[in-house]
């Protein structure tokens, strides 16, 4: 488009006066239409650069919300994960296999590390 432009304005400066009045006329209109559509796909592609900006934006907002709902998930299993593999070895003389009520005590705990991870991310205002 560009170098379409160029050369109507070329033809229509007539350095040379090869041609005629009624020609130079037609190719300012051609030169007036090419700048146009020149000037219309510019303006296009900032438009398709700036909904490809606002698209890419909003994929990263998708994407930092779904990595941000694993960290929280992550952050309540872990802890209730070490635990249980702690508590799944079969070692002899382990107080909690041996207690009466070791499995209640194993609830208890993971609740009581659940709902601390739960306080402390309300106090740090984790989403």
Do not use: W
Request: hydrophobic letters at 45%.
């Amino acid at each position: 488009m560009r170098l379409l432009s160029y050369v109507s304005d070329e033809i229509v400066a007539n350095d040379g006066g090869s041609l005629l009045d009624s020609y130079i006329a037609l190719f300012k209109s051609i030169n007036i239409r090419t700048k146009k559509i020149y000037e219309f796909s510019v303006s296009l592609q900032e438009t398709t650069m700036h909904l490809s900006t606002v698209y890419d934006s909003r994929i990263d907002e998708q994407t930092n919300s779904f990595i941000n709902t694993f960290t929280v998930i992550t952050m309540f299993v872990t802890p209730l994960t070490l635990i249980s593999s702690f508590y799944a070895m079969n070692f002899i003389g382990t107080p909690v296999i041996n207690f009466k009520y070791g499995v209640l005590v194993f609830i208890v705990v993971c609740l009581i590390i659940s709902l601390t991870t739960l306080i402390l991310k309300k106090i740090n205002g984790f989403n």
